[in-house]
């Protein structure tokens, strides 16, 4: 079955300490891509990812890092988290992305909360 | 950068009614997306549109390039539509999709 797949699910974390989300996709997709979604500003680019060894920022940034060393997997990275990350992260993957439009594939979203 | 307004934010009907959700964009795209996402759920792909008209079951995606407009209708409206409704455009950029605030749908029985 194709899918994307995001781990943990569920996650309450303290301030400044590191966690990695991860982020799995089967379908050989080249696009990886990171958003948060927040109540009242809609989801928001964190980082993407055009292939292996290829990432760049998206419209928020700050506080998160990333890495794609291999085509099927995009971690999300808080190495000091703070509670203006307690949000609903969602990963998402399609065959590439371009002058065509491509249809995006999301994972179940892991809900973090950072006290 | 893209600015993706829907209409409306919260959409309340009665089970059978006929539904529309709108969505306008600023910029020129490749590509419009309509996607749902349930309570306490996942998002999931509905549509992808360039250009014209889409179909799947009750369901229908029009999209009007010139006029920078689309919206999404549901026909014969069931609690099970319940959800918030997203457009999402892309711009041909590499940069990923730009985001509407969604719409918040309720069906009652």
């Known amino acids: 079955e194709a899918q994307v797949t995001q781990n943990p699910r569920y996650l309450i974390t303290v301030t400044g300490k590191k966690l990695t989300v991860t982020c799995s996709q089967n379908?050989?997709?080249?696009?990886m891509s990171w958003y948060r979604q927040d109540p009242g500003l809609g989801l928001r680019q964190i980082y993407y990812?055009?292939?292996?060894?290829?990432?760049d920022k998206g419209d928020v940034p700050e506080g998160y890092k990333v890495s794609r060393k291999e085509k099927r997997n995009f971690p999300l990275i808080l190495e000091s988290p703070s509670p203006n990350q307690t949000s609903l992260y969602f990963c998402?993957?399609?065959?590439?992305?371009?002058?065509?439009?491509?249809?995006?594939?999301f994972g179940p979203g892991t809900r973090l909360t950072v006290t | 950068k893209n600015e993706v307004e829907q209409s409306p934010q919260n959409l309340t009907a009665q089970e059978g009614e006929f539904i529309t959700i709108n969505c306008s964009y600023s910029?020129?795209?490749?590509?419009l997306h309509w996607l749902q996402q349930h309570p306490g759920g996942g998002i999931v792909s509905l549509f992808m549109?360039?250009?014209g008209k889409k179909k799947h079951g009750r369901l229908i995606a029009t999209i009007n390039i010139q006029e920078k407009h689309s919206s999404l209708h549901i026909t014969a409206s069931h609690p099970r539509d319940s959800a918030v409704y997203i457009c999402?455009?892309?711009?041909?950029?590499?940069?990923?999709?730009?985001f509407g605030k969604g719409t918040h749908l309720i069906i009652q029985p």
């Open positions: 998402a993957s399609s065959l590439s992305m371009g002058h065509k439009g491509y249809e995006q594939y």
């Open positions: 379908m050989n997709h080249e696009y």
């Open positions: 990812s055009m292939n292996v060894e290829v990432t």
């Open positions: 910029v020129g795209i490749s590509a």
């Open positions: 549109l360039s250009s």
């Open positions: 999402a455009v892309s711009g041909g950029g590499a940069d990923g999709l730009t």
